[in-house]
């Protein structure tokens, strides 16, 4: 049973702050994706990557930097947070094969920024 | 460019009646897969279902199913005798068949079944 996580369902951070978002997958999964989530914008790609220490911009990467140092993990940083980066965030995965993968996806971390 | 429209933002049915959540994509591509999740309101995204666009059967699932219309780009959803428990957003998705590319995503449909 695929399995992601994220490292916190919900979290509350200052303007200003440095935020770091972390998604595990146990699956063995090469492929690894951030996608932020607001109303009516749908689901948008911050960052993937398909290998470690590889990383590929999305739609909307600025104010946005990520690390993939091991293969399970794939962190996102807000260096600075703001308040229009307050959002839903949601982590997903899927084997190197890529496109007839499913795409596997964590429980989402809701962010307010204050 | 490759783009999914779910036209609808929100839908409102009473338990038990059917529903059908339109999705319509374009792509160049000749061979592609469409995908539908699942968000409910826990917020994981629950995968149901993957169809390549060589498949043009329809397939049903319990009380899903889906129609896929190459001719009109469309790979509609149908919940049939719906309940309470399939109010979520949905998404539906798209990505070409061949290569490693991420998912685009319509922006969803959120259903609201009423007791």
């Known amino acids: 049973d695929v399995k992601v996580t994220q490292s916190s369902r919900y979290l509350v951070k200052r303007t200003g702050e440095k935020v770091f978002l972390e998604c595990v997958q146990d699956m063995d999964h090469e492929n690894m994706f951030w996608y932020r989530q607001d109303p009516g914008l749908g689901l948008r790609l911050i960052y993937f990557?398909?290998?470690?220490?590889?990383?590929e911009k999305g739609d909307i990467p600025e104010g946005y930097s990520v690390s993939r140092e091991k293969k399970e993990r794939f962190s996102l940083i807000l260096e600075s947070a703001s308040t229009n980066q307050t959002s839903m965030y949601l982590c997903?995965?899927?084997?190197?094969?890529?496109?007839?993968?499913?795409?596997?996806f964590g429980p989402g971390t809701r962010l307010l920024v204050l | 460019a490759q783009k999914v429209t779910q036209a609808q933002t929100e839908i409102s049915v009473v338990e038990k009646e059917d529903v059908t959540l339109d999705c319509v994509y374009e792509t160049r591509d000749t061979t592609y897969y469409l995908f539908w999740y699942k968000q409910p309101p826990s917020g994981e995204l629950v995968f149901l279902i993957r169809r390549n666009s060589f498949d043009e059967q329809n397939e049903i699932s319990g009380r899903y199913s889906w129609n896929f219309q190459k001719s009109t780009s469309s790979f509609n959803f149908t919940i049939t005798a719906s309940q309470v428990v399939d109010s979520a957003v949905y998404f539906c998705a798209l990505s070409p068949f061949a290569g490693n590319t991420p998912l685009v995503f319509g922006k969803g449909t959120r259903l609201s079944v009423i007791a």
């Open positions: 990557s398909y290998d470690v220490k590889m990383k």
């Open positions: 997903a995965s899927t084997k190197r094969e890529g496109n007839q993968e499913t795409q596997y």
